[in-house]
T-cell receptor
Framework: AQSVTQPDIHITVSEGASLELRCNYS??????LFWYVQSPGQGLQLLLK??????LVQGIKGFEAEFKRSQSSFNLRKPSVHWSDAAEYFC????????????FGKGTKLSVKP | GAGVSQSPSNKVTEKGKDVELRCDPI?????LYWYRQSLGQGLEFLIY????????KSGLPSDRFSAERTGGSVSTLTIQRTQQEDSAVYLC?????????????FGPGTRLTVL
């Protein structure tokens, strides 16, 4: 069965520091991958997505992610974190054979120190 | 334009009561999804609608859960005889059509607490 693993439950970084959130997936074919962000009391907002082609994808708010098939990873990065980036981040993969149903990781909560 | 809206934003109910949760998708979006976000299980898919039909109900956890969609728009998720384990945030999402490559737009969710 497909799955998504986010190994880090909680990460704290200093404002201005770089960020990398890890995501590993389990899927036989080429996956459709997403990163979503959820601020407190808010719904999920799409940061970026990967379907095919260039393995480095750019998203909103200065985020990027790199698809590495050999490592089954899709890590999210940002060169310089802002205090407003504090939120929970979810990696997701489309359930193969479905009409877009998403399988989510457990999420990584990001705290930003001033 | 307006995004996905859900009501109520919060619902507190007593064990054994029935509840209805509403989702208003983005106008023109034919696909609608329900997910549940709970502390123990994370985010889980519940049901998918294409128009008024629900071709995929595989995520509904029990027969106490049902959903309908009318007019290709508003959807209602009904939980009968609520249990404490039903406490969660219920999220609705819509997309242009049911396809893997279409972005899903999420509503703010309904937080359900079963006492």
């Amino acid at each position: 069965a497909q799955s998504v693993t986010q190994p880090d439950i909680h990460i704290t970084v200093s404002e201005g520091a770089s960020l990398e959130l890890r995501c590993n997936y389990s899927y036989g074919a080429t996956p459709y991958l997403f990163w979503y962000v959820q601020s407190p009391g808010q719904g999920l907002q799409l940061l970026l997505k990967y379907f095919s082609g260039d393995t480095l994808v750019q998203g909103i708010k200065g985020f990027e992610a790199e698809f590495k098939r050999s490592q089954s990873s899709f890590n999210l990065r940002k060169p310089s974190v802002h205090w407003s980036d504090a939120a929970e981040y979810f990696c997701a993969v489309v359930d193969g054979g479905s009409q877009g149903n998403l399988i989510f990781g457990k999420g990584t909560k990001l705290s930003v120190k001033p | 334009g307006a995004g996905v809206s859900q009501s109520p934003s919060n619902k507190v109910t007593e064990k054994g009561k029935d509840v209805e949760l509403r989702c208003d998708p983005i106008s023109g979006h034919t696909a609608l999804y329900w997910y549940r976000q709970s502390l123990g299980q994370g985010l889980e898919f519940l049901i998918y609608f294409q128009g008024n039909s629900a071709p995929d109900k595989s995520g509904l956890p029990s027969d106490r859960f049902s959903a309908e969609r009318t007019g290709g728009s508003v959807s209602t998720l009904t939980i009968q005889r609520t249990q404490q384990e039903d406490s969660a945030v219920y999220l609705c999402a819509s997309s242009l059509a049911g396809a893997s490559y279409n972005e899903q737009f999420f509503g703010p969710g309904t937080r359900l607490t079963v006492l």
